[in-house]
């Protein structure tokens, strides 16, 4: 035990041995906080001042948990069981985990389906056109959006109020929304989590049960939990109904806070404070991550922000390398840079994994990507299209979803005709109808379906019978092996022209399934909370995009700066440092929104261990536009000591006035009106300088990269089209 405690400061010591009270741990990044709250869990189990099955600790990821558990494993002796009986999971997965033990109480079939993002999406849309409400009016995306954030306040449709028209039809919509998963048996994941709230409130002997349980609950970037959850926190904790022994110890960091947009509430720790009465507030201010520069940046960015509880880092690591700055003239120019500069590193050493390629939006890692695969560099995105969502899987998913539950429409439309059965789009909306009148699913209303419409659809109904029938008893990989053949959707994929990856993909579902099984196994749920498959299906629900085919090959990180969060790296490029992209646009009309980009400019470089690069292009293609870009205000907001430009010298690096007045740039503007930037193109021309070249006539520089002998500039000429053209063999002259 002694061991546990060896290595921590006196102020994590102070926190991880608190008695058991409700504690605030309120510290910057990379000051320990994750460490501090798994030891603590570590130390309470050791001592014997807890059982394992007294824990419940709340990650933001998926990985996270994952982490926590291999962790605790190492740290606990092996009479712990190798943390079993523990529950470590994010808010989802948690109560995902409570609602299918207490299915029937929750009014939840056992193996409920959970629907995803692109499920609920479908859901609503097909929900619109069975009650023929026109989807122009009241777009399915906006409509989805209206009832999570309801829901995620944990507001029903019979409670939610609307003053005008508009809203209070969309509030019937959401009744109807609610009935029709009702109806079909299955969860979004907002309703997860409000199911299990209401479960536990409406449940008295239910809720005693796991006061009683859970004696120590902790809770990991608690500045990001939202009003549901922490409502859900409060009673099983025991705050409204007191409970005794019930402690929730929360770590956080204010800084740190970048859900605002999802409905995320600083305000929470105040509240926690205040509600809970806590007597601990424990600040960490020695930073083990990052070297003095790179710290000092990140406490030099975030006094930028007003509304800040107030700390401060240091590490007496040392200075360490100054931040580098790139300023590139193109997109793509940026992209060799850090990809030239990642190679550079992981030939001195640096492992691949350890370096990460940040961006503020996902549409920004195309270019990134392109660089990568043509240098040869492996790399792994996270948190783009998850493997889950991929088409084929889901397909796959489907089937067995239909398997576990008839009722779940959402797979019966998916799979019905796929691969396709000769049921067209008559025989289907005869069969929606037929449900419709009947209200009952698709699948039920299948039987009584007359004419060739009963035959194609019977013959489906028929398939998945007998899917279920041949799969009893059968491990979840076989299963999903047996249903790839039989469904059709091989020998479909084989006769595709690009099928090969798709079955792969197929393929890497089963190795997932076996996967799944074995961690199971290692970790800690006991079988007896549902069959294999159901769980299964929850899983690739759930997962976020964590991980991906492939996972153990070290490869450079590319991700969102929030998919970053709590996570470190050697080396981090934060790359498209530019007005309206980060800070984006939308963010920049007030000052709550500038904050939070501020906050999340905090997150970026606080993943940094020893180096930090910053990237900026004066010009970007994106959404199929070029933008004339700005340096973002961030960059002049961090002491010019700490930096160092770097690359070609060409190109102007003022990290001067324009954006320190906040002026919103980033403006899709045509080539002659970008006066203000005026972004420099190699051998002396300007973008947005006409040309005149022998051969294509007149035209007009748009973009620009490389240096020296490489240099190369892309003209518009007009008619004659986009070319790209190397300033040391083509013949321009400016006019
Ligand atoms: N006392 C210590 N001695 C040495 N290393 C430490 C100590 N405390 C923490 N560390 C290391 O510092 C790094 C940052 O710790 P950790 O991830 O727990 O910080 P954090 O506060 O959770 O950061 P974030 O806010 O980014 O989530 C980790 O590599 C951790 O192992
Ligand atoms: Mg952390």
């Given at each position: 035990?002694?061991?546990?405690?060896?290595?921590?400061?006196?102020?994590?010591?102070?926190?991880?041995?608190?008695?058991?009270?409700?504690?605030?741990?309120?510290?910057?990044?990379?000051?320990?906080?994750?460490?501090?709250?798994?030891?603590?869990?570590?130390?309470?189990?050791?001592?014997?001042?807890?059982?394992?099955?007294?824990?419940?600790?709340?990650?933001?990821?998926?990985?996270?948990?994952?982490?926590?558990?291999?962790?605790?494993?190492?740290?606990?002796?092996?009479?712990?069981?190798?943390?079993?009986?523990?529950?470590?999971?994010?808010?989802?997965?948690?109560?995902?985990?409570?609602?299918?033990?207490?299915?029937?109480?929750?009014?939840?079939?056992?193996?409920?389906?959970?629907?995803?993002?692109?499920?609920?999406?479908?859901?609503?849309?097909?929900?619109?056109?069975?009650?023929?409400?026109?989807?122009?009016?009241?777009?399915?995306?906006?409509?989805?959006?209206?009832?999570?954030?309801?829901?995620?306040q944990g507001i029903r449709a019979a409670q939610a109020e609307g003053y005008d028209d508009y809203t209070q039809r969309r509030i019937e919509l959401y009744a109807e929304y609610e009935a029709q998963c009702q109806r079909e048996g299955v969860a979004d994941f907002a309703e997860l989590l409000l199911r299990c709230y209401e479960l536990l409130s409406r449940?008295?002997?239910?809720?005693?049960?796991?006061?009683?349980?859970?004696?120590?609950?902790?809770?990991?970037?608690?500045?990001?939990?939202?009003?549901?959850?922490?409502?859900?926190?409060?009673?099983?904790?025991?705050?409204?109904?007191?409970?005794?022994?019930?402690?929730?110890?929360?770590?956080?960091?204010?800084?740190?806070?970048?859900?605002?947009?999802?409905?995320?509430?600083?305000?929470?720790?105040?509240?926690?404070?205040?509600?809970?009465?806590?007597?601990?507030?424990?600040?960490?201010?020695?930073?083990?991550?990052?070297?003095?520069?790179?710290?000092?940046?990140?406490?030099?960015?975030?006094?930028?922000?007003?509304?800040?509880?107030?700390?401060?880092?240091?590490?007496?690591?040392?200075?360490?390398?100054?931040?580098?700055?790139?300023?590139?003239?193109?997109?793509?120019?940026?992209?060799?840079?850090?990809?030239?500069?990642?190679?550079?590193?992981?030939?001195?050493?640096?492992?691949?994994?350890?370096?990460?390629?940040?961006?503020?939006?996902?549409?920004?890692?195309?270019?990134?990507?392109?660089?990568?695969?043509?240098?040869?560099?492996?790399?792994?995105?996270?948190?783009?299209?998850?493997?889950?969502?991929?088409?084929?899987?889901?397909?796959?998913?489907?089937?067995?979803?239909?398997?576990?539950?008839?009722?779940?429409?959402?797979?019966?439309?998916?799979?019905?005709?796929?691969?396709?059965?000769?049921?067209?789009?008559?025989?289907?909306?005869?069969?929606?109808?037929?449900?419709?009148?009947?209200?009952?699913?698709?699948?039920?209303?299948?039987?009584?379906?007359?004419?060739?419409?009963?035959?194609?659809?019977?013959?489906?109904?028929?398939?998945?019978?007998?899917?279920?029938?041949?799969?009893?008893?059968?491990?979840?990989?076989?299963?999903?092996?047996?249903?790839?053949?039989?469904?059709?959707?091989?020998?479909?994929?084989?006769?595709?022209?690009?099928?090969?990856?798709?079955?792969?993909?197929?393929?890497?579902?089963?190795?997932?399934?076996?996967?799944?099984?074995?961690?199971?196994?290692?970790?800690?749920?006991?079988?007896?909370?549902?069959?294999?498959?159901?769980?299964?299906?929850?899983?690739?629900?759930?997962?976020?995009?964590?991980?991906?085919?492939?996972?153990?090959?070290?490869?450079?990180?590319?991700?969102?700066?929030?998919?970053?969060?709590?996570?470190?790296?050697?080396?981090?490029?934060?790359?498209?440092?530019?007005?309206?992209?980060?800070?984006?646009?939308?963010?920049?009309?007030?000052?709550?929104?500038?904050?939070?980009?501020?906050?999340?400019?905090?997150?970026?470089?606080?993943?940094?261990?020893?180096?930090?690069?910053?990237?900026?292009?004066?010009?970007?293609?994106?959404?199929?536009?070029?933008?004339?870009?700005?340096?973002?205000?961030?960059?002049?907001?961090?002491?010019?000591?700490?930096?160092?430009?770097?690359?070609?010298?060409?190109?102007?690096?003022?990290?001067?006035?324009?954006?320190?007045?906040?002026?919103?740039?980033?403006?899709?503007?045509?080539?002659?009106?970008?006066?203000?930037?005026?972004?420099?193109?190699?051998?002396?021309?300007?973008?947005?300088?006409?040309?005149?070249?022998?051969?294509?006539?007149?035209?007009?520089?748009?973009?620009?990269?490389?240096?020296?002998?490489?240099?190369?500039?892309?003209?518009?000429?007009?008619?004659?089209?986009?070319?790209?053209?190397?300033?040391?063999?083509?013949?321009?002259?400016?006019?």
């Amino acid at each position: 035990m002694s061991d546990l405690l060896a290595q921590l400061n006196p102020q994590q010591v102070a926190a991880v041995t608190l008695p058991p009270q409700h504690a605030l741990i309120l510290a910057g990044a990379g000051s320990g906080k994750t460490r501090v709250l798994t030891t603590r869990i570590a130390w309470l189990i050791s001592t014997g001042q807890a059982s394992p099955h007294a824990v419940l600790a709340v990650t933001f990821t998926n990985k996270a948990a994952k982490e926590m558990l291999t962790r605790l494993s190492a740290m606990l002796p092996l009479q712990f069981g190798a943390a079993r009986g523990l529950w470590v999971g994010t808010f989802h997965g948690l109560c995902n985990r409570m609602l299918r033990l207490h299915h029937r109480e929750a009014a939840l079939p056992a193996a409920f389906p959970i629907l995803d993002m692109a499920d609920q999406l479908s859901a609503i849309k097909r929900l619109l056109k069975n009650l023929g409400v026109d989807d122009e009016k009241f777009p399915p995306r906006e409509l989805a959006y209206f009832i999570n954030a309801h829901k995620e306040q944990g507001i029903r449709a019979a409670q939610a109020e609307g003053y005008d028209d508009y809203t209070q039809r969309r509030i019937e919509l959401y009744a109807e929304y609610e009935a029709q998963c009702q109806r079909e048996g299955v969860a979004d994941f907002a309703e997860l989590l409000l199911r299990c709230y209401e479960l536990l409130s409406r449940n008295e002997p239910l809720r005693r049960h796991y006061q009683a349980r859970f004696c120590h609950i902790l809770v990991d970037e608690f500045q990001d939990t939202n009003a549901l959850q922490y409502r859900w926190l409060k009673l099983l904790a025991g705050v409204d109904v007191p409970a005794p022994g019930a402690s929730l110890f929360a770590v956080g960091d204010d800084d740190q806070s970048i859900y605002a947009f999802r409905g995320a509430e600083v305000g929470n720790m105040r509240a926690f404070e205040r509600e809970f009465r806590v007597e601990n507030v424990i600040r960490l201010e020695q930073n083990y991550r990052s070297f003095g520069n790179i710290l000092d940046a990140a406490n030099a960015l975030i006094q930028h922000n007003q509304a800040r509880l107030g700390k401060n880092l240091w590490t007496d690591a040392g200075a360490g390398e100054p931040i580098r700055v790139f300023a590139g003239f193109s997109d793509l120019d940026e992209a060799h840079y850090v990809v030239d500069e990642a190679r550079a590193l992981i030939r001195e050493g640096t492992p691949p994994r350890q370096i990460a390629l940040l961006y503020r939006s996902n549409a920004q890692s195309r270019v990134l990507e392109h660089q990568l695969f043509t240098a040869g560099v492996p790399y792994r995105v996270h948190g783009g299209l998850r493997f889950f969502d991929r088409q084929e899987v889901k397909h796959a998913l489907a089937y067995l979803r239909l398997i576990v539950n008839p009722d779940d429409d959402t797979a019966f439309v998916r799979v019905v005709n796929f691969p396709a059965r000769g049921i067209g789009s008559r025989s289907f909306e005869a069969l929606q109808g037929a449900a419709h009148r009947a209200n009952s699913s698709l699948y039920n209303a299948a039987a009584g379906l007359p004419g060739k419409a009963g035959v194609a659809v019977g013959n489906f109904i028929r398939l998945i019978e007998a899917l279920r029938a041949e799969t009893q008893g059968v491990s979840l990989p076989e299963v999903i092996e047996h249903l790839i053949e039989r469904s059709g959707l091989r020998a479909h994929y084989l006769g595709e022209k690009e099928g090969r990856e798709r079955l792969e993909n197929l393929d890497e579902l089963v190795s997932a399934a076996t996967r799944f099984l074995q961690e199971e196994d290692d970790t800690l749920v006991n079988p007896a909370e549902g069959d294999a498959l159901s769980a299964f299906l929850a899983h690739a629900s759930l997962e976020a995009g964590e991980h991906q085919a492939g996972e153990g090959q070290d490869a450079v990180q590319l991700m969102t700066v929030h998919a970053a969060k709590g996570l470190e790296f050697d080396a981090v490029f934060i790359t498209g440092l530019e007005q309206g992209l980060f800070p984006h646009e939308n963010s920049e009309l007030e000052r709550d929104g500038l904050e939070e980009e501020r906050r999340l400019m905090y997150v970026a470089i606080t993943r940094a261990r020893q180096r930090l690069y910053l990237t900026h292009a004066q010009t970007r293609l994106l959404h199929g536009q070029t933008r004339y870009c700005l340096p973002s205000r961030f960059i002049e907001e961090l002491p010019e000591a700490l930096l160092q430009p770097v690359g070609h010298a060409a190109a102007p690096a003022t990290y001067g006035n324009p954006y320190a007045s906040g002026a919103s740039a980033g403006r899709q503007e045509s080539a002659g009106g970008a006066e203000r930037a005026a972004p420099e193109a190699p051998g002396g021309f300007r973008i947005g300088q006409n040309v005149h070249h022998a051969k294509f006539g007149a035209g007009v520089i748009v973009s620009a990269e490389g240096h020296g002998a490489d240099a190369r500039v892309q003209v518009n000429f007009g008619k004659q089209g986009m070319k790209w053209l190397a300033l040391a063999y083509a013949k321009l002259t400016a006019v």
